[in-house]
Nanobody, 122 residues
Framework: QVQLVESGGGLVQVGGSLRLSCAAS????????MGWYRQAPRQQRELVAT???????NYADSVKGRFTASRDNAKSTVYLQMNGLKPEETAVYYC????????????????WGKGTLVTVSS
């Protein structure tokens, strides 16, 4: 059974930083692309970042230069380092697994985590 478990969310002040983690189990992590999405209250879920099996990253324009996705295949874990957080980035952050990043960008997510809440206070 595939499981994705996010951690690292919490309360942070404007301009602060958080590092999210997502540990995968029940799947061959290294051959799958990973993504981070977020869903703010009363908003649609949006793609934040993707990372390919080879470590190539892609970001939403709104987070470029502030967020960094990375992965550790030995630990079956993907990370999202978030710097310069803004109040409008308060959301539940989800990690997602798909065969390729193109699938993640086009709704082809195979598995979702349950999410971790990030609250940015002003």
């Amino acid at each position: 059974q595939v499981q994705l478990v996010e951690s690292g969310g919490g309360l942070v002040q404007v301009g602060g930083s958080l590092r999210l983690s997502c540990a995968a189990s029940g799947v061959i992590f290294s051959i799958n692309a990973m993504g981070w999405y977020r869903q703010a209250p009363r908003q649609q879920r949006e793609l934040v970042a993707t990372i390919s099996t080879g470590g190539t990253t892609n970001y939403a324009d709104s987070v470029k230069g502030r967020f960094t996705a990375s992965r550790d295949n030995a630990k079956s874990t993907v990370y999202l380092q978030m710097n310069g957080l803004k109040p409008e980035e308060t959301a539940v952050y989800y990690c997602a697994l798909g065969r390729y990043t193109v699938h993640l960008r086009n709704g082809g997510v195979d598995y979702w985590g349950k999410g971790t809440l990030v609250t940015v206070s002003s």
